[in-house]
């Protein structure tokens, strides 16, 4: 089956730490992002990569990383420098690198602070 | 940058009744305006998708319209159903990212 895998589905924080959240596809999409979600808040941009080795800045980036080295996998490191990062983050992917394509997600993750 | 609004937040029906969500969007660059339905614990899946060349699209029970001189565009779904309960994000883009609107929980009562 071609789709998104998120994992783990389920993360703990312990203070002053950092934490990685996995994103695969094998959909084949050149595109990829990475959101987060609040109660009531929707879905925020975090960062997106057009291509491999390239990535940008979405709307709130401060305290996360990302690295693009394979067209399959875009991970997301959440940094102790995040004072806040309880939340729903979702991964998606879309096949046309400009926009203007339907985001394909996967189910989530849950990163909750010990 | 693009801002989409979202009303109403909360959107309660009886089976069978319609039920409209609408949204605004600030960027009157974007022409691609998805809708998505996210059930609880699980990432949002695509409904109905419209670009700015087309005013309405229907598929089945739901249908979307464009207002590209007001800037708004709108999610109808009828005969609702209990399984339509979720919760429903309109977005606006396509010549870069997309951005979202903050949702609307819809509930269907039997």
């Known amino acids: 089956d071609g789709g998104i895998t998120q994992s783990p589905k389920y993360l703990f924080r312990k203070e002053g730490q950092n934490v990685t959240l996995s994103c695969e596809q094998n959909?084949?999409?050149?595109?990829m992002y990475w959101y987060r979600q609040d109660p009531g808040q929707g879905l925020r941009l975090i960062y997106y990569?057009?291509?491999?080795?390239?990535?940008q800045k979405g709307d709130i980036a401060e305290g996360y990383s990302v690295s693009r080295e394979k067209k399959e996998s875009f991970p997301l490191t959440v940094t102790s420098a995040q004072k806040n990062p309880t939340a729903f983050y979702l991964c998606?992917?879309?096949?046309?690198?400009?926009?203007?394509?339907?985001?394909?997600f996967g189910s989530g993750t849950q990163l909750s602070v010990l | 940058g693009e801002n989409v609004e979202q009303h109403p937040s909360t959107l309660s029906v009886q089976e069978g009744d319609s039920a409209v969500i609408k949204c605004t969007y600030s960027d009157s660059a974007s022409n691609y305006f998805p809708w998505y339905k996210q059930e609880l614990g699980k990432g949002p899946q695509l409904i109905i998708d419209i670009r700015s060349n087309v005013g309405e699209k229907k598929d089945q029970r739901i249908a979307v319209t464009l207002n590209k001189t007001a800037k708004h565009f709108s999610l109808h779904i009828t005969e609702t159903q209990p399984e339509d309960s979720a919760v429903y994000f309109c977005?606006?883009?396509?010549?870069?990212?997309?951005?979202f609107g903050k949702g609307t929980m819809l509930l269907v009562s039997p």
């Open positions: 998606a992917s879309s096949l046309d690198r400009d926009g203007g394509e339907k985001l394909f």
């Open positions: 977005a606006a883009g396509g010549y870069s990212t997309l951005t």
């Open positions: 959909l084949n999409h050149d595109a």
């Open positions: 990569s057009q291509i491999v080795n390239d990535f």
